[in-house]
């Protein structure tokens, strides 16, 4: 377990979604814990860019999910805010999504405790002054 803090505004967490880019892969999941309006969609927004997507980045907060191709990889970007029992995740075949091709990020992991994989990464938001302090967490032993 490897964890570092990092504190900017939101160019700075797009930027650090854009490293963490390379290191994320298919079968991978990151899990990403906050408040409201910390950062979560931007930092997924710059890891997005940093892998060649030029398209609008919405917040799945109404959708649950919205996913994005690329050549070997597809990102499903979750947003659990709203979920409120497991039946909704199934209903949405949450499972299905576990594929080795699949890079999967979860907004409000907590919601789906219990039924979501591993996170290879966990990313921690919280305010600081009038910017975000991140702690990131690689391979975390304890979710």
């Known amino acids: ?21 390379p290191e994320l892969g298919g079968g991978d999941s990151c899990h990403l814990s906050g408040p409201l309006g910390a950062g979560k969609t931007t930092l997924v927004r710059g890891l997005l860019r940093a892998l060649g997507y030029e398209g609008p980045v919405p917040s799945p907060t109404f959708t649950l999910v919205e996913t994005y191709e690329f ?5 499903v970007h979750f947003d659990l805010f709203r ?57 975390p032993t304890v979710v």
Do not use: K
């Not at 050549?71 to 990102?75: A, G, K, P």
């Open 1 to 21: 377990m490897i964890s570092e803090t990092f504190a900017g505004d939101a160019d700075s967490v797009a930027s650090i979604g854009g490293a963490l880019a």
């Open 71 to 75: 050549t070997q990889l597809r990102v």
């Open 83 to 139: 979920v409120e029992s497991y039946e909704e995740l199934e209903t949405i075949g949450l499972r299905d999504y576990f594929a080795d091709d699949n890079l999967c990020v979860f907004e409000w992991p907590d919601r789906g405790q219990g039924l979501l994989p591993a996170p290879r990464v966990l990313i921690e938001f919280d305010y600081h002054g009038d910017g975000r302090l991140l702690t990131i967490t690689r391979n």
